[in-house]
Every structure is written in structure tokens, then in C-alpha cells.
């Protein structure tokens, strides 16, 4: 019951992720970030299974190579397809050891992420790209990933306009996350909210329900 | 649902007088969800040959970049652009390429050859090409597009006359199909120039 979501604003993108890393029906725990800084401008998050989430530092790792190497930072648009290429090769790999049959051989070892990558570029402002977990890549104004992409879709399309200010975006924000936790069947209590300006990528809050490992009180 | 399903489209061409038009969707969804509306399918290969690609998004932009690619290497050693025939038998090379592991796409070609005669095929997810001289389709709209092209298409139309064609049959029949439409994108091109328009349809 993964919920990824982002948009972009009046100079800025913001990502939100809950904050619950679930296996079946435990709960291991309910601060994980999801949303990775990647570098000093750009934001990667990510829903999807637990160890496919590592994904996204190899993405920030290469990143930092490349400006290292460079001099320079990779652009957003740059990273996305960067990102989409590493997903696609990833979907159609044939691994050595598998036999080969002669049948439709697809997925060999897909990485199951879906990611949102929000970023800061100086001549261009903010913008926000949906990458599917098969790597299908779009720019966005606004995304969503998971069940709860059900609820923060349609609360966005109702209330996003273009170039709107972090505090009304923080606010549609919250709308989305209250919208989430009272109409999802196993609502996710906490998030945590990321954004990137041209001050850099930071995170701005948490909206916490449940306060992990603090003892909480059967009462 | 089928694999080809998945991200909903529709892709149709029309020849006309010295002039052809390509149509597609805009419509980029995951299932029953709508992700983005503004999803582009169909690609500029050279100023007389154009591509749209129907069927799974990822591959569509896969096998964009892989021909762009080749179109470009090919550029460099000849000298010139490819020719639309040439071009399709490209295509279907690397179709086949992945008989048994393939692209989900299924690409339309339109292009204006030798003279500005022009030419348009389609072809299936592993290369059989199709020639037509009067219209192609592709993607999950396609019967409805066959039908619609079928009963509105004449031949030798002038380019107003073809674009309104084109027109017309893509947006009533992705009104049929619940996977692909909000709005067309259609390009006509004739030897002189290129017009491109965005269609306001039914946004559903």
C-alpha cells in the first residue's frame, strides 16, 4: 500500500512518500525514507519492493560519479533517461545462467520500482518525471504511484493548478495525505515530504500519525 | 489483459494527393488509469518520414531511440536521409531481431519518397510488414479504425480535405475505446511543409 506522489510548483517540485516499510502483513517500520536526495538539486522517490528501493543509490551513486568526472551536474532530463535506459536494460537482460527456451523470454530480472524524480535546473526551473517500473518515462506537472495514486490523482486534478505556491501546495499535499488515510483500506500512517528549488533539494516535513519505537501505549 | 493493452493507443495514417497525414492519441495510461494526457507516439525521423508507434510505452521509446539512432549513423555515412522503404525494411530488421523476446509495438511509417510519391506500412510486434496505398492503423483502437477509415477515406484528397479525414476518424473511434483518446495529434505532411495540430476530442 505504497504511496508516492509529487508535483511542481511556482519554482519548485515537491516529492511525498509514506514512510511504511511493509512485508505481507508486518509492519518492520514506519520511518523509512523513500524519497532519496540524489544530489544537491534533485529528488528520487521511490515505491516498490523493499530491495528493488536500493536501485536508487545506484542511480545517486553514478550521479555523483558523473559530476565528479564532469565537473558538472547531470541535468534532471539527464537523469531521467539515465534512470529509464538502467531500467530498460535491467527489463530485457538475459542473466547467464537461465536456459534459453524457445518461448517469449521478457523480464529476466526487472527491477520492480517505480520512481518519481523531481529536479532543480537553473535555465530551466523545477520539473518532475514518472518512470514506471518497465521504464516507460514521462514528464509530468503532477504523479502518482501505488494504491494510493487512486485518491492523490483525482485530489490533484480537482485543486493543482500550474505555478502554485509552496504553501498551497503543502496544503494540497496535506489534502492528498488526509484523503489517503481515511479512504485506504490499510492507510499508511506516516509521510514524509520533500522539495527542490533553487536553493537545493531538503526535506520540509513529516506527517506523522504513529511515532515509531517511542513505547507505544496499549492505553 | 494483453500486454499491447497496457498503455492504450491508436496510431493511423491516410495518403493523399502528393501528401500524407499520421494521427495518433495522447492518452498514456497504466490499465484503467490515466497517467498523462500528453503522451507523444508519433516521431520525426527525417522532414519527410515519420514513425508512430502503438503498443507498450517503454518499448515505444526504446525502439524510438534505437532507430533514431541507426537513422542518424546512416546519415553520417550516406550522406542523405533514408528512404521510407528503406526505412520500413530497417524497422522490420530489428523487429525480427527479437522474434523471441520482441518490442510490444506495433509501428505505422508514413513517409514522402522519390517525387513525393508517398508511402505509408505498418507493421506487427516482430516485423511483418504491411504495404497499403490508402490507410494503416495500430493499437488498441485498431478495428474501430479500420471501420472509420474504411467509410470515410477517398482517394487523391488534398491535404485540408485529408486532415480533416484523419481527423475525424481518429477521434470517433478512440471514442470507442476506453483505453486510448483525450485528443489527437495529427501531423499532415506534403513536399513543402508540415502542419502539425492537436485535436480537442472527447477528454475521457
Known amino acids: 500500500m505504497e504511496c508516492v506522489f509529487g508535483m511542481v510548483g511556482d519554482g519548485f517540485a515537491l516529492v511525498a512518500a509514506d514512510t511504511s516499510a511493509v512485508h505481507s502483513i508486518l509492519v518492520h517500520k514506519s520511518n523509512e525514507d523513500k524519497v532519496m536526495i540524489l544530489d544537491s538539486h534533485k529528488l528520487l522517490g521511490a515505491s516498490g519492493e523493499a530491495g528493488d528501493r536500493s536501485f536508487t543509490e545506484y542511480i545517486q551513486k553514478n550521479v555523483h560519479v558523473y559530476e565528479f568526472r564532469n565537473g558538472i551536474p547531470l541535468t534532471t532530463a539527464a537523469t531521467a533517461n539515465f534512470t529509464r535506459c538502467e531500467l530498460a536494460l535491467a527489463l530485457r537482460k538475459v542473466r547467464p545462467s537461465c536456459p534459453v527456451h524457445i518461448v517469449f ?75 489517503i488515510r481515511s479512504r485506504l483500506v490499510v492507510a499508511p500512517p506516516n509521510f514524509v515530504i520533500k522539495i527542490v528549488d533553487k536553493d537545493g533539494a531538503r526535506e520540509y516535513a513529516w506527517r506523522e500519525s504513529i511515532k515509531d519505537a517511542a513505547g507505544v501505549s496499549a492505553a | 489483459m494483453s500486454i499491447f493493452e497496457y498503455n492504450g493507443s491508436a496510431v493511423v495514417a491516410m495518403v ?106 505498418t507493421m506487427d510486434c516482430i516485423g511483418a510488414k504491411e504495404l497499403a496505398k490508402d490507410f494503416v492503423v495500430s493499437g488498441t ?15 487523391n484528397m488534398e491535404p485540408e480535405e485529408l486532415f480533416e479525414t484523419i481527423s475525424q476518424a481518429l477521434l470517433s473511434s478512440v471514442d470507442r475505446d476506453c483505453l486510448s483518446g483525450w485528443g489527437g495529434h495529427v501531423l499532415l505532411v506534403t513536399s513543402t511543409e508540415v502542419q502539425e495540430r492537436t485535436l480537442k476530442g472527447r477528454m475521457d
Open chain 1, 105 to 179: 523470454l521478457v523480464s529476466q530480472n526487472p527491477y520492480f520500482v517505480n520512481i518519481l524524480l523531481a529536479g532543480y535546473d537553473k535555465n530551466i526551473g523545477p520539473s518532475l518525471y514518472y518512470i514506471d517500473y518497465i521504464a516507460t518515462l514521462h514528464k509530468v506537472d503532477k504523479g502518482a504511484f501505488g494504491y494510493g495514486s487512486y485518491f492523490t490523482l483525482s485530489m490533484m486534478d480537482r485543486h493543482y493548478k500550474s505555478g502554485m505556491s509552496l504553501e498551497e501546495a503543502i496544503d494540497l499535499v496535506d489534502k492528498c495525505i488526509i484523503e
Open chain 2, 16 to 121: 493523399g494527393k502528393n501528401c500524407f497525414a499520421i494521427a495518433s492519441d495522447r492518452r498514456l495510461g497504466v490499465n484503467l488509469q490515466t497517467i498523462a494526457t500528453d503522451f507523444q507516439r508519433i516521431f520525426k525521423i527525417h522532414d519527410k518520414l515519420y514513425i508512430g508507434l502503438s503498443g507498450l510505452a517503454t518499448d515505444v521509446q526504446t525502439l524510438y531511440q534505437r532507430l533514431i539512432f541507426r537513422h542518424k549513423l546512416y546519415q553520417l555515412r550516406e550522406e542523405r536521409d533514408m528512404k521510407p522503404q528503406t526505412f520500413a525494411s530497417l524497422v522490420s530488421a530489428i523487429l525480427y531481431e527479437k522474434r523471441f523476446g520482441p518490442y510490444f509495438c506495433q509501428p505505422v511509417i508514413a513517409g514522402l519518397g522519390d517525387d513525393d510519391v508517398p508511402f505509408i506500412c
Open chain 2, 141 to 155: 483502437a485498431s478495428e474501430s479504425l479500420y471501420g472509420a477509415c474504411e467509410s470515410m477515406y477517398k482517394p
